[in-house]
């Protein structure tokens, strides 16, 4: 398999995948920034399509492994989105899909999904002006989790418990510009659960924070190998499969009080280092395994 990989030539993910291929796949890094096209109306003329290097165009791959997309402006986003859907119509293999990543990176849209597929989340809001915000706060019936509608790795998110803080949030939030996205706190008891998806494949850990109520591994929690039950595998093959995702980590967490599952989000270029030194498992040679026998 001839692998393109969507991600800085440094960075880890992609090193681990290139040491997963040895000699059996060939795996090739290109960064998102240097996508581009060219567009012809003479079909006598062979265009370098997509390239980052016009001698080897990205049709020449066998698939494209998305992973996180660089910031950029506006412009430059939206472009690279077009890029990829640009492939997916030429019959490259993406993973994930262009509209699975656009719904994975916009919170308030994968809920949506995640809700008319069956999959509990938590009560959730997002308001664009103050009046509505501060009626949805209290609807919600505090405490609320304030996110980022666009992030990751739990950077941003704020616990809002009373009237005076979510004023003053909010109005932060709305002065840069931003909705206000906030969700009823879910009492996890500061541990929760990141479900690895990879095709039909369903890996977990348990990620506990002993000193903060946010459970992700980059802001000081620890993990802890767990398999998961039959009913949290099958929330998590179902929502990834809710966004057309292939590979996904799929956040759950459970309210103490009641015991009920709840998706929290759903990343579609998930992280994998924690998880496979929690685990012990080599999370790369599943990827490559699965992304060739799905050719």
């Not at 005076?164 to 002065?175: G, P």
């Not at 929690?221 to 057309?244: C, F, K, N």
């Amino acid at each position: 398999m001839k692998l393109c990989v969507l991600s800085p030539a440094d960075s880890w993910h992609f090193l681990d995948l290139q040491r997963a291929a040895g000699i059996e796949h060939q795996v090739e890094s290109v960064e998102f920034e240097t996508l581009g096209d060219l567009i012809f109306n003479d079909s006598v003329v062979s265009p370098t399509a997509l390239a980052h290097d016009p001698r080897h165009p990205l049709e020449s791959f066998d698939c494209v492994l998305a992973r996180a997309m660089p910031a950029g402006s506006l412009q430059q986003v939206i472009f690279r989105m077009d890029v990829l859907l640009s492939l997916e119509r030429r019959g490259l293999r993406i993973v994930n899909p262009p509209r699975t990543i656009e719904m994975a990176v916009d919170k308030y849209l994968s809920l949506t999904v995640l809700r008319r597929h069956g999959v509990p989340i938590p009560a959730t809001a997002v308001s664009q002006g103050m009046s509505d915000a501060l009626r949805h706060f209290q609807i919600l019936n505090g405490p609320v989790v304030l996110k980022p509608m666009f992030g990751s790795q739990g950077r941003g998110l704020k616990r809002i418990e009373t009237l005076e803080a979510a004023t003053q949030q909010f109005t932060e939030v709305l002065a840069a510009g931003n909705v206000i996205y906030q969700q009823r706190f879910i009492d996890h008891g500061g541990f929760d659960f990141r479900l690895l998806v990879i095709g039909d494949e369903v890996l977990c850990m348990k990620r506990v924070n002993h000193h903060n109520w946010i459970t992700n591994i980059a802001q000081g929690a620890v993990g802890y190998p767990h398999l998961p039950t039959p009913r949290e595998s099958e929330l998590a093959l179902t929502a990834a499969r809710a966004i057309g995702a292939q590979i996904a980590g799929v956040d759950l967490v459970y309210d103490c009080a009641t015991q009920q599952p709840y998706v929290l989000e759903i990343n579609s270029a998930p992280s994998w280092q924690a998880i496979a030194q929690v685990l012990q498992v080599d999370i790369a040679k599943r990827i490559l395994n699965y992304l060739a026998k799905a050719e």
